[in-house]
């Protein structure tokens, strides 16, 4: 008899040889088996003891979340019909089954007893720490409701889970369905060879002849910043921003879905007695209330919003003096942004791809952390689910392994826009035997065309230590239980310190130096050009930081003080708020909401401001090495042993001070983005 390849946990996930029709029968099967375990474990005759209670409970969730995130994980990143109708035939009874362990009494009742009992304090930090969180998860989860609010409370779960993935497939939906066929290149003039050799191969691969383009990153990102046809860029803008909106394909329309998700989340933090869903929302986060995230917002917007008028008045006054643009569009942001950076430090972001070739840029990223790790990075052999798909392994000073990692670089159709890290597998110590954490890093870059490796732009390199950063996190974790080890238990504003820290190495002379080699002749980076790119650094900084700021604002108020039911939309809100933060004003028909896949989609609701949150975090950590010597090793071991071993074992702020010896300030930041002098 062929096992069931979800149901296979003896090694890495079996993606080449998962089908569609496994994962209806997988589901089913570990949900009867952990609904089995919960009765045996609430019996009278089960002690309330980590070795006999909690730990075989986490056991059992653990196969079942495994299982379900290869399907999930599949869903993202190698989407298609069949898939996609085995995804959501399950996905009721997955959220059912969540919503149902969080609500149980017995189990609530059963963690109170081994808080309150004398093994606690025997236990383990991480052990305590998961106790501690399951039983705030608990309360979070409606154990303490009445049976009506219950009920009310799971069929609230099922319906946003159904939601938030029609959002983001809505979304994958529209961005395939627009692309525009070129055939005259004089329509393309400024460019680049690369982006119109790819745009042809895209053609080709239709059976046409000519330039293809699409709403895909790779494809749309060049449009927006080298076509010098302001027609086209208006073309391309306006078809990105009413992605997934009223004024595209009905069938795709994410409007109805955003007030249904507002509404439905607010009625489930009201049905635990927060005044919104912020409120409840932050309850495990480091800021601890919706006022203190918007304290934090609102004074980094005060910092920041000079310095974005100035970058803004500047692009203008240069759009109409040397470009003829007499009225500065939001389609003309990028174009003209791109050549003010190349006219005032002489280079172009076309110029600096040509010296990041991908397999120099990853043997330099690795050997980074190796010399700050101690660590090794090295290729290995998996199953994928995709050809372009590699695979590596991860190994200490003392050869023993460590963890492994998926590296899916490049955009596809079938594959959901963005860059992210996912656990496949997170380390734990069962019965003596240590199982190695293995993580999915996954990004959406252009993929080569024949036979020439992938050249990134310098912000491709920084996503991709920012990835990496993440996955670092997850995979040197020396936590050996579940419920803390790796990312698990680490606050969500936390959660993005050690990869925003990865991204200030991008910038390092000792660590770019040797991870370049221009496409043509193999020649390193000259000094002289990452000057120019160092000096650019805090180009339209200002900017860039309102913009942030604008988006976490709007999640907040959204999540926090605006009322779902009342007349005013998500979009007049939205506009309140550019009206105060944003320095750029893109026309009416903008729908940046109906494809604001973090907040919708993803699990930054009421959390987008930990972007920010963290970025002190990051930033002052880094201050450290900057200190130090920015490949200081012993400082490395530092940060590996404080903050990336320990994961969620203890509070993130116990672990940046033990860290940095102090509180975060943030200093680092605002010097970091040029706000103030060094």
Not at 219 to 235: F, H, T
Not at 502 to 522: D, H, I, P, R, Y
Not at 594 to 611: E, I, K, L, Q, R
């Amino acid at each position: 008899m062929t096992v069931n390849p979800l149901l296979d946990f003896s090694g890495l996930p079996r993606f080449t040889s998962v089908r569609p029709e496994h994962v209806g029968p997988a589901i089913d099967q570990l949900l009867a088996e952990n609904r089995a375990l919960i009765v045996r474990l609430t019996a009278e005759g089960t002690a309330a003891s980590w070795n006999e209670f909690a730990e075989p409970l986490e056991n059992a969730n653990e196969r079942l979340w495994r299982a379900w995130g290869a399907v999930a994980h599949l869903h993202a990143v190698d989407d298609n019909a069949a898939i996609r109708d085995a995804y959501h035939a399950s996905l009721p009874k997955v959220t059912h089954f969540r919503t149902e362990l969080a609500q149980n009494l017995d189990l609530y009742e059963k963690f109170k007893l081994l808080r309150a009992s004398s093994d606690f304090e025997g236990l383990s930090q991480a052990q305590r720490r998961i106790v501690e969180n399951s039983l705030r998860d608990y309360r979070l989860g409606g154990a303490e409701l009445a049976p009506r609010e219950k009920r009310r409370f799971a069929e609230i779960q099922e319906e946003l889970a159904t939601l938030e993935a029609k959002f983001s497939e809505n979304l994958l939906d529209a961005t395939n369905a627009f692309s525009l066929l070129i055939t005259d290149r004089g329509e393309l003039l400024g460019m680049p060879e690369d982006v119109l050799e790819a745009a042809k191969e895209a053609a080709h691969e239709d059976g046409q002849e000519g330039w293809k383009f699409t709403l895909q990153a790779p494809s749309y990102g060049p449009v927006m910043q080298y076509a010098e046809n302001r027609g086209l860029r208006e073309k391309f803008y306006r078809a990105h921003v009413t992605r997934a909106s009223e004024l595209g394909k009905p069938e795709f329309d994410n409007t109805s879905i955003i007030v249904r998700e507002l509404r439905l989340r607010k009625e489930k933090a009201r049905l635990l007695d927060y005044k919104s869903f912020a409120e409840f929302s932050l309850v495990p986060k480091m800021a601890g209330s919706p006022d203190a995230a918007l304290d934090f917002l609102n004074d980094l917007a005060g910092r920041a919003l000079p310095h974005a008028r100035r970058d803004y008045a500047e692009l203008e006054e240069f759009s109409h003096t040397e470009l003829g643009i007499h009225e500065l569009q939001a389609w003309d942001i990028a174009f003209a942004s791109d050549k003010l950076r190349t006219k005032r430090y002489a280079f172009s972001d076309q110029e600096l791809k040509q010296y990041f070739p991908e397999p120099k840029v990853l043997e330099g990223m690795f050997r980074l952390v190796e010399a700050l790790y101690g660590i090794r990075v090295l290729p290995d052999a998996a199953e994928t689910w995709h050809p372009q798909v590699r695979f590596f392994r991860i190994i200490d000073s003392d050869e023993s392994l460590i963890g492994q990692f998926y590296l899916d670089l490049y955009s596809r159709e079938t594959k959901r826009g963005g860059a992210w890290m996912d656990e496949a597998i997170t380390r734990q110590r069962f019965r003596g035997a240590l199982r190695t954490p293995v993580a999915h890093l996954i990004c959406n870059f252009p993929a080569p065309v024949g036979n020439k490796s992938a050249l990134f732009t310098h912000d491709e390199v920084m996503t991709l230590f920012h990835e990496f950063g993440h996955g670092l996190h997850h995979l040197l974790s020396r936590v050996d239980d579940l419920g803390v080890s790796g990312i698990r238990g680490v606050e969500w504003d936390a959660v993005e310190l050690p990869s925003q820290f990865m991204e200030n190495f991008c910038w390092e002379w000792n660590v770019l130096a040797g991870m370049t080699a221009q496409a043509e002749s193999g020649e390193a980076l000259p000094r002289s050009l990452f000057d120019k790119m160092l000096a650019a650094k805090n180009f339209q900084s200002g900017m860039q930081t309102v913009r942030q700021i604008e988006f976490a604002l709007v999640d907040m108020h959204l999540h926090h003080d605006y009322d779902p039911a009342e007349a005013k939309t998500p979009l007049q809100l939205l506009h309140e708020i550019r009206a105060k933060v944003a320095v750029v004003m893109p026309p009416e028909y903008n729908r940046f909401l109906n494809n604001f896949s973090h907040v919708f989609s993803g699990d930054y609701a009421a959390g987008y401001y930990s972007y920010k949150w963290a970025e002190v975090l990051s930033a002052d950590a880094y201050s450290l090495f900057e200190q130090n010597g920015v490949l200081d090793s012993g400082t490395g071991a530092r940060f590996r042993d404080e903050i990336l071993a320990v994961g969620g074992s203890r509070p993130a702020l116990e672990s940046f001070k033990a860290f940095r010896g102090r509180e975060p300030r943030i200093d680092a930041l605002l010097r970091h983005n040029g706000m103030i002098a060094p």
